[in-house]
C-alpha cells in the first residue's frame, strides 16, 4: 500500500505561481511511478506531469514551459510548480501512483493504483 497526501494548493491571481507537494508514505520502492493530474468540474482527470518510476519527467503539451515536476527522494515527496498561472488551471490535483505502471500507461488515470485526496487551486483574473 502507498499512501499519498497533496498539499500546497489555494487561490492564486492570472500570471501567479504556486508550487504544489505530494508526499508518499508505506511501501515505496524504486519502481514507483508518479503522477500529477487534475480535474476541473465536469471534465475527466487529466494528466500534467509525471515521474515514469525513478527515471524521466514527462509533461501534458498545455502546461509545458509553466509546470515543472520535481522530486526529493529522501522525503519521498515530489512537486509540482506551477508558474504562469492561467484561468483554465482552476481544477482539483491531485497525485496518483503505481509500481506497475508501464511507460505507455503514464498518462492514463485509470492506470494508476493509488491516489491522494486532491488538492484545489483556483486561478482567477
Known amino acids: 500500500q502507498v499512501q499519498l497526501v497533496e498539499s500546497g494548493g489555494g487561490a492564486v491571481q492570472e500570471g501567479g505561481s504556486l508550487k504544489l507537494s505530494c508526499t508518499a508514505s508505506g511501501r515505496i520502492s524504486w519502481d514507483l511511478s508518479i503522477g500529477w493530474f487534475r480535474q476541473a468540474p465536469g471534465k475527466e482527470k487529466e494528466f500534467i506531469a509525471g515521474?515514469?518510476?525513478?527515471?524521466?519527467?514527462y509533461y501534458a503539451e498545455s502546461v509545458k514551459g509553466r509546470f515543472t515536476i520535481s522530486r526529493d527522494n529522501a522525503k519521498n515527496t515530489v512537486f509540482l510548480e506551477m508558474n504562469n498561472l492561467k484561468l483554465e488551471d482552476t481544477a482539483v490535483y491531485f497525485c496518483?501512483?503505481?509500481?506497475?505502471?508501464?511507460?505507455?500507461?503514464?498518462?492514463?488515470?485509470?492506470?494508476?493504483?493509488?491516489w491522494g485526496q486532491g488538492t484545489q487551486v483556483t486561478v482567477s483574473s
Open positions: 515521474f515514469f518510476r525513478r527515471q524521466n519527467s
Open positions: 496518483a501512483a503505481d509500481r506497475s505502471l508501464i511507460l505507455s500507461s503514464l498518462r492514463r488515470a485509470g492506470a494508476y493504483d493509488y
